[in-house]
């Protein structure tokens, strides 16, 4: 029955080319909450011996076909509130998270995020968009507390991790190394020096200023990408002197090194 109500309200989106009200978005997520995804997605079913990959190619195509279709909509769409907007965003995040979750296999469960990752970024989709969407897939949410003993209720941080991850994360971190932060941005620049700050917060890990719980937690890009930020920043304060002092991207780096100095100080009080 809740299958069934799954693929009505799925049909009912496709019957126009639009983005997915709220009630609709919210049901599609209540289901999933309620079963796991291969047994509500039309087609789907799960294999043990196969290492559930029967049932991936559903789930697979609803995640980078419809999922990703209603993401892209909903960040074009002009009939949707700001405050609407955001709760529909997430609650698809949340759907992607249970659909990945229910995909045993890691190579499969990176496939599908890649592509969406790429089709995003290929949009332009706002980077506070995507890295709000991080957060809800690799945080340790309400429903993995309830069914943590299930292996597939599993923290996606190694699926987040990409070479995409990696890509946008090194191109807007070059990009911050020569916007200022927001304390010092020009009016007309302060909310995309806020999303560009947050971004590369999420991505490496540190709190958001002044919105403490909205964090990974942990670094989410390689350290190859780590060491090409900190040469960007070096060769802009070489440069440019003492211009670049309240780059966002220096201040991300500072925040990271004073991070580790005080971990590092916790450690040798704790000897």
Same mark, same amino acid.
């Given at each position: 029955?809740?299958?069934?109500?799954?693929?009505?309200?799925?049909?009912? !989106?496709?019957?126009?080319?639009?983005?997915?009200?709220?009630?609709?978005?919210?049901?599609?997520?209540?289901?999933?909450?309620?079963?796991?995804?291969?047994?509500?997605?039309?087609?789907?079913? *799960?294999?043990?011996?196969?290492?559930?990959?029967?049932?991936?190619?559903?789930?697979?195509?609803?995640?980078?076909?419809?999922?990703?279709?209603?993401?892209?909509?909903?960040?074009?769409?002009?009939? !949707?509130?700001?405050?609407?907007?955001?709760?529909?965003?997430?609650?698809?995040?949340?759907?992607?998270?249970?659909?990945?979750?229910?995909?045993?296999?890691?190579? !499969?469960?990176?496939?599908?995020?890649?592509?969406?990752?790429?089709?995003?970024?290929?949009?332009?989709? @706002?980077?506070?968009?995507?890295?709000?969407?991080?957060? /809800?897939?690799?945080?340790?949410?309400?429903?993995?507390?309830?069914?943590?003993?299930?292996? *597939?209720?599993?923290?996606?941080?190694?699926?987040?991790?990409?070479?995409?991850?990696?890509?946008?994360?090194?191109?807007?971190?070059?990009? @911050?190394?020569?916007?200022? /932060?927001?304390?010092?941005?020009?009016?007309?620049?302060?909310?995309?020096?806020?999303?560009?700050?947050?971004?590369?917060?999420?991505?490496?890990?540190?709190?958001?200023?002044?919105?403490?719980? @909205?964090? /990974?937690?942990?670094?989410? !890009?390689? @350290?190859?990408?780590?060491?090409?930020?900190?040469?960007?920043?070096?060769?802009?304060?070489?440069?440019?002197?003492?211009?670049?002092?309240?780059?966002?991207?220096?201040?991300?780096?500072?925040?990271? /090194?004073?991070?580790?100095?005080?971990?590092?100080?916790?450690?040798?009080?704790?000897?």
């Amino acid at each position: 029955a809740l299958s069934m109500v799954f693929h009505d309200v799925i049909s009912s !989106i496709q019957k126009s080319p639009r983005a997915p009200k709220l009630h609709e978005v919210t049901l599609l997520l209540n289901i999933l909450h309620s079963c796991p995804s291969y047994d509500i997605i039309p087609g789907s079913q *799960q294999n043990d011996d196969a290492n559930g990959e029967a049932a991936v190619f559903s789930i697979d195509h609803f995640c980078t076909n419809e999922l990703l279709m209603w993401m892209l909509q909903a960040t074009k769409s002009k009939a !949707i509130s700001d405050d609407n907007f955001k709760v529909i965003q997430n609650h698809l995040f949340r759907i992607l998270r249970l659909c990945l979750v229910s995909i045993r296999s890691i190579a !499969i469960q990176s496939k599908v995020w890649e592509a969406i990752l790429r089709e995003l970024v290929s949009a332009h989709c @706002a980077l506070g968009m995507i890295g709000n969407g991080i957060i /809800t897939l690799v945080s340790l949410e309400e429903e993995t507390e309830k069914r943590k003993e299930d292996e *597939q209720e599993q923290l996606l941080m190694d699926v987040v991790r990409c070479r995409g991850l990696d890509e946008l994360s090194l191109e807007v971190g070059v990009a @911050a190394s020569n916007l200022l /932060t927001v304390g010092d941005a020009k009016e007309e620049d302060y909310v995309h020096s806020m999303e560009v700050d947050q971004f590369l917060r999420i991505v490496t890990g540190l709190k958001k200023k002044n919105h403490c719980a @909205a964090t /990974t937690g942990s670094m989410l !890009i390689s @350290a190859s990408v780590l060491e090409q930020l900190y040469a960007t920043c070096l060769e802009h304060s070489e440069a440019h002197g003492s211009s670049s002092s309240s780059s966002v991207l220096l201040g991300i780096l500072l925040d990271l /090194t004073l991070l580790d100095l005080n971990l590092m100080n916790d450690k040798e009080r704790v000897v």
